[in-house]
């Protein structure tokens, strides 16, 4: 079996070193192919490359995404073919930037460290804390589910909302059938909902007036979910008093756009994902379904190409 990889060498050296009997090919992502490539297996990022039309035009059968949106691959693309992606291979990071960043809202971090002696006076302030309060799930899918789990043991009131109106695999979460109902009684919104055309703007104008006052609203998702300029309105009027954003929209912002520099906007560049091994446990989702497609074993991480995700 031959799998054609369009990834980063040092990547593809780990789909060779843990399935050593398929010929992993390094092919271009751009540019013609050279004559008589082919492959059985497509592993590529999850956007185009210039030249994916023609490598899917020599026998791949199974595309796998090493990545977990899929919101900008070209699914016009595709015919017969099986996509996968590496879905819930960043949980555990992203998961962990979210209890630090509500960690941060609640603490008032960085803002608590101080480089004179503060004019309030020491041991003086009041800090807030994560036991007791809301949390609003947008999303149940692997990443809000590793946010739960670790929210629920800090004594968090947890409730979230998701497509499928499927109970919770995690004890102390209670799934609402209206996001509205998860909004106006959470504290902290977390974002961990597929960007898809029918999820476009999906947190906007309504959503926010029924958020409750001063709720921190963190995405870790894709920009496209939330309406920014319905955002900013939220924010100058305090309805929301914070957004710690990883995903906005376009990626990456322009120079002068006006998230940089919001007073109530914590801003950082799509890092969420990050941690030493990350890439590993991405690729090993790729591994993992390699071994169950040469069995002939179902696949995990199937996108359903009407939804989108």
Known sequence: MKVLSQ???ALAALVAAAAPEVEVVPIAGEGPLPAGVEGEVLLTYP????????VLARGVRWIHL????????PFELISDQMLTCSRGGSAVPIAEW????MLAFEKGLPEAWIHRPPPEGWSRGMRGGLSGRGLGLIGLGAIGTAVAERAVPFGMRVRAHRRSGAASAVAGVEVMGSLLEVV??????VIAAPATPATRHLIGPAVFARMKPGAHLVNIARGALVDQEALRAALDDGRVAMASLDAVEPEPLPEGHWLYTHPRVRLSPHISWQMPGAADLLVGCFTDNLRRYRAGEALTG??????RY
């Open 302 to 307: 199937v996108v359903d190409r009407v939804e």
């Open 184 to 189: 106006e009684a959470s504290d902290h919104v």
């Open 98 to 101: 979210v209890l630090a960043v």
């Open 7 to 9: 990834i980063r060498p």
């Open 47 to 54: 956007w185009a490359s210039p030249n994916l039309g023609d």
């Open 66 to 73: 090493l990545g977990t949106g899929v919101d900008a691959f």
